[in-house]
């Protein structure tokens, strides 16, 4: 059963500041991981998605990375602003006739 | 339609009473899915639509819920006998499935249902 995490939980850091959010899945033969943000009280909007023959995916300041032998993604935000406070999810799909398998999310917080 | 479309966005229903959730995907998308998320927690699957068919409902909590999809399009999830701890938001995602890849999962805004 694929499971997966993200640690940690809440993430609070000042405006301009580099950061990293890691996602870890137990299992490694995905289909693609696709990166989401949620605002509070409202539904996911798609950020990046990568396939599993894919490294790497960029779009503005945002850039996810996955290593599908070592079952982790990471999402990297350069120069933070306040608006990136939300909630990021990364999810895998295991097939390509299968669900999107969720993390719990890492709470952003920006400080200006 | 532009994105996808959840209705209601609201609703209030009394313990023991049926609520019909309606999805309507992206136009063309093949493939459709339910989530629930609780007030704090993650998303937790429900049932995932290929065309009208349901090759995993895996997620569905009990025999109360029941979900179909028609036209290969607009979805409907039903939760009959409603109990307090179906009290969530509910929300749907499309994707098209290109040939060899898989294509991003686009989600509506979700429908917050209250059992009082």
């Known amino acids: 059963k694929q499971e997966v995490t993200q640690i940690p939980a809440a993430l609070s850091v000042p405006e301009g500041e580099n950061l990293v959010l890691n996602c870890s899945f137990t299992?490694?033969?995905?289909?693609?991981l696709q990166w989401f943000r949620q605002d509070p009280g409202k539904g996911l909007t798609s950020l990046l998605l990568?396939?599993?023959?894919?490294r790497e995916q960029t779009s503005g300041r945002l850039n996810a990375s996955l290593d599908k032998s070592s079952g982790r993604s990471t999402l990297y935000i350069a120069a933070s602003q306040p608006g990136d406070s939300a909630t990021y999810l990364c999810?895998?799909?295991?097939?390509?006739?299968?669900?999107?398998?969720f993390g719990k999310g890492i709470t952003l917080s920006v400080r200006p | 339609g532009a994105g996808v479309s959840q209705s209601p966005s609201n609703k209030v229903t009394e313990k023991g009473k049926d609520v019909e959730l309606r999805c309507d995907p992206i136009?063309?998308?093949?493939?459709l899915y339910w989530y629930r998320q609780r007030l704090g927690q993650g998303l937790e699957f429900l049932i995932y639509?290929?065309?009208?068919?349901?090759?995993?409902k895996s997620g569905l909590p009990s025999d109360r819920f029941s979900a179909e999809r028609t036209g290969e399009s607009v979805s409907t999830l039903t939760i009959q006998r409603t109990q307090q701890e179906d009290s969530a938001v509910y929300l749907c995602?499309?994707?098209?499935?290109?040939?060899?890849?898989?294509?991003?999962?686009?989600f509506g805004q979700g429908t917050r249902l209250t059992v009082v």
């Open positions: 995602a499309s994707s098209l499935r290109l040939r060899g890849v898989g294509s991003e999962a686009f």
């Open positions: 299992d490694s033969a995905i289909y693609n």
């Open positions: 990568i396939q599993s023959s894919q």
């Open positions: 999810a895998v799909r295991g097939g390509a006739n299968s669900k999107l398998t």
């Open positions: 136009s063309g998308h093949t493939a």
């Open positions: 639509f290929q065309g009208n068919s349901a090759p995993d």
